[in-house]
Each structure stands twice: as structure tokens, then as C-alpha cells.
């Protein structure tokens, strides 16, 4: 089992940039693949980023794709998801996720979830 907490939202202005983190606990982080989510008021959740165990793999929503970048640190127990060139469209509730078996886009393969961060784009 793994507990998931994220952190790194906030009010950014459109245009600029932000990296939330993810800390996991437990000493088998690298046994998980890691997932950012998202969601806003009236919308399904969303997939955002994926990344592999070792991080040598990753996956982006077309939206994304050139602005985003997923990342991991197995010794800290933590993924990241630096956001560039923000737009309003991306604000959200950001959720980290993992699951053991599979690299998917599908909110339904990730077993564990964070509690969600805010991130405010402002026009």
C-alpha cells in the first residue's frame, strides 16, 4: 500500500509555471507506476501525465504534450509534474496516482490516490 500527498498548486497567471510535487510513502515507490490526473467542476477526471517505474517512460494527454513534463525521483519517493506556459483551461484539482501493473491513461487502473491540489490559472 502507498499514501499519496501533493503539493505545489496555487494562483499562477496564464503564461507561467508551476511543479507540483507528489511524496509517497513506503519503500517500494519504484514498484508503482505514477499518474497526474485532473479534474474541474462539471468535468470527469482527466488524465494529465504518466510515468514508468524507472521513469524511462512517460505519457501525455495531448493537452500536455510541450508544456508539461512528468519526472521521478525513487529516492525521494516523489514524482513531479513541471507545468509551463500555463492556459485558464488547465485549471484544475491536480491528483497524483499509482498503481503496480500497467502505464495507463485510464483513471480506473490506478488504485491509489492524494487528496488533490489546487491549481488556479488566472487570465
Known amino acids: 500500500q502507498v499514501q499519496l500527498v501533493e503539493s505545489g498548486g496555487g494562483l499562477v497567471q496564464a503564461g507561467g509555471s508551476l511543479r507540483l510535487s507528489c511524496a509517497a510513502s513506503?519503500?517500494?515507490?519504484?514498484?508503482?507506476?505514477m499518474g497526474w490526473f485532473r479534474q474541474s467542476p462539471g468535468k470527469e477526471r482527466e488524465f494529465v501525465a504518466g510515468?514508468?517505474?524507472?521513469?524511462?517512460?512517460?505519457v501525455y494527454s495531448d493537452s500536455a504534450k510541450g508544456r508539461f513534463t512528468i519526472s521521478r525521483d525513487n529516492a525521494k519517493n516523489t514524482v513531479y509534474l513541471q507545468m509551463a506556459s500555463l492556459k485558464p483551461e488547465d485549471t484544475a484539482v491536480y491528483y497524483c496516482a499509482a498503481n503496480r501493473l500497467k502505464l495507463s491513461q485510464r483513471a480506473g487502473e490506478y488504485d491509489y490516490w492524494g487528496q488533490g491540489t489546487q491549481v488556479t490559472v488566472s487570465s
Open positions: 510515468i514508468g517505474w524507472s521513469g524511462g517512460t512517460t
Open positions: 513506503g519503500r517500494t515507490f519504484s514498484a508503482y507506476v
